[in-house]
């Protein structure tokens, strides 16, 4: 009884060593990124697993990422050691960042680093990786392209008419929309649609140009399939045949080329009156005050940077890099053919490079939630366009105020709140 | 038995309830009527002047509406039936009380597959020949649709609920005034509506409170086959606390489903008053 007594004590106190070990080396990486479970897991295998002493990688929801992120830092103690997310998730959590001033990161592009000081004068956050959006059409779709337009410089009208031959042709219609309620149709309306007819995604919000660009969504909608409220991630619906031309988050779309890399083409985003607006998209790490060992947490940030880790990240999450990387020769399709539509939507010459919301803080799922808003009444619920734009404005300008957020691209610059006109 | 002794048993849930109940509630009902530290209704006011309180505030009675009546009728058959079996009476019961062990997302996921463009009933259909492609029947261009599909999902999964306290309260009820009722006449129909219905009263006030709330909690079914094209009052209240993160507003949203629950709980207990000398 006693020597039972005895090993029972051996073990729990080995127990206890060993969880005591592991609580300290381990990492917690607190992150939104990478949510669906194979790219969690691909982060975990093939991107964390080489630095040495341990990565516990974690992909929450964007709201229990937020509510245990913020209960750590009111608490003033916690156990995450980096913080990942987008650029909007980051701000939330701002104030309880620390300076990374002292990592080396000189190898990212100053401006792409200058967004993670997130208005402050300190580093609070280090670009981790980057992506856009683009179109994507099945190969049987180009057959219907309308004459004399060009792929890579696409206008919306094209964009109505091609989908309009389709649907007629086909007998049903034939581009997908994300409009789920995890799409990111949000990011569309303020990155793309508005600001390639307006030329702005909040001081223009009501304009006769908005009007117009709303009008011309509504006519797009006539020939996208009504299933596309269900649609989250457009890469299924490809797959599947079920769409043949869409626009999705290129770390969206990758499985499809990855799938059936023979199938698809992915082209620019198209432009209207104001230019070719598109989005992009900067996730980030930072570590917050309450991180058990900050200097462990820095290291793991270098780590993320090296070039190979950046390659095994793009791999494992279709998010690129954010240093100069040299790419192997066998990276996957999806990223083949994402990145001369890339290339050519960024060199365009009417291209229009639009930030993602900053400076929002908390507020940002109620900025996102304005355009949503817009779009169930307006293209869902059928409702008038001035009218809908006329309250929806009222809503906006007051979060505007409230989160006193200066206006960013392709906005001009303002002092203090970003107006609605 | 000493005296403290009943008190020391109903200690650990009473600790429990004041954790894990009471102190969050008294925090969201605190939450609800304060912003930027001060007392004030500006959450309600929030919540309410968004268009999509009164979508949700509609669908939600909507759905109670539907739902709990169509449940009443079909447990009070399913009691009366299960109470006459001489045999195989518990296998039925079983039976009946399978959906109960299905957590209520999965309910949905399964009427989901069922309704979905790609699911069992397009490919029945198409299988048979009665239709040449699936259609798509979960679209916003058919709220009326999604709503069927939501009361069909709702009915399957909670009326065994009802049935088993039904069951229960007809167990009780002594056989003498049924065949007394007999004795002097009555129809079948006639027991049954005279004496069974105001005898079962205690229990169909439990049943029906337990239902109507839980009608009003509704949530994983709705967001199954509805996504945001059906709002509730509950997919609302997650909206504004995990998207929109506003959880002034969502604690607001809480309390009117608080409001609504205890609201409908005084009706029935009023409609179904039992006096307090039938009380056994």
Not at chain 1, 77 to 94: E, F, K, P, Y
Not at chain 2, 24 to 40: D, L, R
Request: charged share 15%; proline share 6%.
């Amino acid at each position: 009884m006693t020597s039972f007594k005895t090993f029972l004590g051996a073990v729990s106190g080995l127990a206890l060593t060993f969880g005591a070990v592991s609580a300290q080396a381990e990492v917690l990486f607190w992150s939104t990124q990478a949510q669906p479970v194979e790219e969690t897991q691909k982060m975990r295998d093939e991107v964390v697993a080489g630095f040495e002493p341990g990565v516990d990688y974690q992909a929450p929801e964007t709201g229990p990422w937020l509510t245990r992120a913020q209960a750590e830092l009111s608490a003033g103690s916690g156990a995450v050691g980096i913080l990942g997310g987008l650029h909007g998730d980051l701000t939330a959590v701002r104030g309880g960042l620390s300076d990374l001033g002292d990592i080396d990161i000189s190898a990212i592009p100053a401006d792409l680093a200058a967004f993670g000081k997130l208005e402050t004068d300190q580093q609070k956050y280090i670009p981790w990786m980057q992506a856009t959006f683009l179109m994507v059409a099945n190969k049987k779709a180009l057959d219907y392209l309308p004459e004399g337009a060009d792929l890579n410089a696409l206008s919306y009208d094209q964009l109505i008419e091609w989908s309009r031959a389709m649907a007629e042709g086909e007998g049903s219609p034939k581009f997908g929309f994300p409009a789920g309620p995890k799409g990111l149709k949000h990011r569309f309306f303020q990155g793309f649609l508005l600001p390639s007819y307006s030329g702005s995604t909040v001081t223009e919000f009501r304009s006769a140009e908005a009007e117009e660009a709303w009008g011309k969504f509504r006519d797009l909608w006539q020939y996208t399939n009504p299933a596309s409220t269900n649609y989250n991630f457009m890469q299924e619906q490809l797959v599947n045949d079920e769409v043949w031309l869409t626009f999705d988050h290129i770390a969206r779309i990758s499985e499809a080329f990855n799938s059936r890399p023979d199938d698809f083409v992915a082209f620019p985003v198209p432009s209207g009156p104001k230019g070719r607006g598109f989005m992009t998209v900067v996730a980030g790490m930072g570590v917050p005050e309450t991180a058990p060992d900050k200097d462990e947490a820095k290291a793991l940030i270098e780590y993320m940077l090296k070039p190979e880790t950046q390659i095994a990240t793009l791999r494992a999450t279709n998010f690129y890099p954010v240093v100069a990387v040299d790419l192997p020769e066998d990276v996957p399709a999806s990223v083949k053919a994402s990145g001369p539509a890339i290339e050519a939507m960024t060199s365009a010459e009417d291209a229009l490079p639009v930030l993602l919301p900053m400076g929002m803080g908390d507020l940002n799922g109620q900025f996102n939630q304005v355009y949503v808003d817009t779009f169930e009444q307006i293209v869902l619920a059928g409702r008038d366009i001035r009218p809908t734009l006329e309250q929806q404005a009222e809503a906006l300008r007051a979060l505007m105020n409230q989160a006193e957020a200066p206006c960013w691209l392709p906005d001009a610059p303002s002092q203090g709140a970003c107006p609605v006109n | 038995m000493p005296r403290y002794l009943p008190y020391l048993l109903l200690l650990p849930a009473t600790v429990f309830l004041i954790i894990f109940f009471l102190y969050p509630f008294t925090q969201v009902a605190i939450e609800s009527v304060t912003s930027n530290g001060e007392w004030s209704l500006a959450n309600f006011q929030k919540a309410t002047s968004h268009w999509k309180f009164g979508e949700a505030f509609k669908n939600t009675m909507l759905l109670a509406a539907l739902v709990v009546p169509i449940q009443l009728v079909m447990s009070l058959t399913m009691a009366t039936v299960v109470q006459k079996l001489q045999k195989g009476r518990s296998a039925i019961l079983y039976i009946f009380a399978i959906p109960l062990g299905i957590s209520d997302l999965a309910a949905g996921l399964i009427w989901l597959s069922i309704f979905e463009q790609s699911g069992f009933l397009n490919s029945m259909l198409v299988g048979l020949g009665l239709i040449e492609q699936p259609i798509l029947y979960l679209s916003y261009q058919s709220p009326w649709i999604i709503l069927f599909a939501i009361v069909l999902a709702e009915v399957w999964r909670a009326t065994a609920i009802m049935m088993v306290i039904i069951v229960a309260g007809l167990g009780l009820i002594p056989r003498e005034y049924g065949e007394a009722a007999e004795v002097f006449g009555a129809t079948r129909w006639q027991r049954f509506y005279k004496v069974t219905l105001p005898m079962l009263r205690p229990s169909l006030q439990t049943a029906l409170i337990l239902r109507v709330i839980l009608a009003f909690e509704v949530f994983a079914v709705v967001i199954a086959l509805g996504g945001t094209q059906m709002p509730v009052l509950m997919s609302e209240t997650f909206n504004w606390q995990f998207n929109l993160q506003d959880r002034g507003v969502a604690a607001a949203y809480a309390m009117v489903i608080l409001a609504v629950s205890v609201l409908f709980t005084l009706i029935i207990l009023r409609a179904l008053h039992v006096p307090k000398e039938a009380r056994t």
